[in-house]
């Protein structure tokens, strides 16, 4: 990995620890890539046995330890996060788009669950992991948080420019810095 990631110091998350939900492909598995390739120890999830095969049979991730995690699942997210020695450093990137079914409330709830509720699972059930680990891999806050040291990550959909009514009925407000029409 090149580019942006030389810009960081060689080695910049030696012996830290890191989880990746949604880490088998895309932004995920580009996080824990990058990650990895600072030093950390990294373990990144997929919703699926099938995604975590896919990704550990490309010869590039064979450093990152691949693990099944529906973030729906909150039992789930405790066990893998317990199963954990360390942990220092959460990316959340696990997520789900339901193009064309988006309007369905029960796809809508699914994909809450996973985007968001998801993402609350794990941080709560790492928050105190991460409170323990080195005060070094921690933004400062005062009184010391598991939050500074987690991350989410969305990609799944742009706002709508304002204009005409969406989908739904409702005209989107105009962006910051632009006029009203």
Avoid at 39 to 49: E, L, M, Q, W
Avoid at 79 to 96: F, K, M, Q, R, T
Wanted: include cysteine; charge should be positive; aromatic fraction near 2%.
């Amino acid at each position: 990995m090149t580019g942006l990631i030389d810009t960081f110091a060689p080695g910049l998350f030696a012996g830290k620890a890191v989880l990746v939900t949604g880490g088998t492909s895309g932004i995920g598995l580009g996080a824990a890539l990058a990650f990895h390739t600072l030093g950390a120890t990294v373990t990144a999830t997929g919703a699926t046995d099938a995604e975590c095969e896919r990704a550990r049979t490309d010869g590039a991730n064979a450093p990152i330890a691949f693990k099944r995690l529906d973030v729906r699942d909150g039992a789930a997210c405790a066990i893998l996060i317990g199963s954990l020695p360390e942990l220092d450093i959460v990316v959340n990137a696990a997520g789900a788009i339901r193009r064309d079914a988006e309007h369905d409330i029960e796809v809508f709830a699914d994909v809450i669950d996973i985007n968001l509720t998801g993402t609350m699972r794990v941080c709560t059930a790492a928050r105190a992991k991460l409170a323990r680990s080195s005060p070094s891999s921690a933004a400062h806050a005062s009184p010391p948080t598991a939050l500074p040291k987690a991350a989410s990550v969305s990609s799944r959909r742009a706002s709508p420019p304002p204009g005409p009514p969406t989908a739904c009925g409702s005209t989107p407000s105009p962006r910051a810095g632009s006029p009203r029409r």
